[in-house]
């Protein structure tokens, strides 16, 4: 499934983007809100759902080559941080929904990690 069909799919807001959605096809996702537990267990191309905000995510995302960030719970980086993701490359969404919906939400929609398609 593409990244846009998704963005669409659970109205997530798009904060900030440097390609089109419609290019991306996540490779499954990972949901931690600890960045020492994102860097040894998410792989490149997955979906990162947290409720972090704040500007280590960018530095996390961009450096596992991440899809993209959903950033649940209504939590809002602040300027410097979408500023940090935009010179990244990094896509940050967000919505108000709870970090267990969007998973359960995901997972509805197919995206799976290749371990968990069984």
Do not use: F
């Amino acid at each position: 499934m593409r990244l846009d069909q998704i963005v669409d799919a659970l109205q997530l807001n798009v904060l900030t983007c440097s390609v089109n959605l419609n290019e991306i096809e996540p490779t499954g996702g990972y949901a931690s809100d600890l960045l020492s537990c994102v860097m040894s267990g998410a792989q490149r191309g997955n979906l990162w759902i947290t409720l972090q905000s704040h500007l280590n995510i960018v530095a996390v995302a961009a450096l596992l080559d991440l899809a993209a960030v959903i950033i649940t719970e209504g939590a809002q980086p602040d300027a410097a941080t979408l500023e940090k993701a935009t010179q990244e490359g990094v896509i940050l969404l967000s919505t108000p929904l709870p970090t267990y919906t969007v998973i359960g939400r995901l997972w509805e929609l197919g995206v799976r990690n290749p371990e968990t398609t069984a």
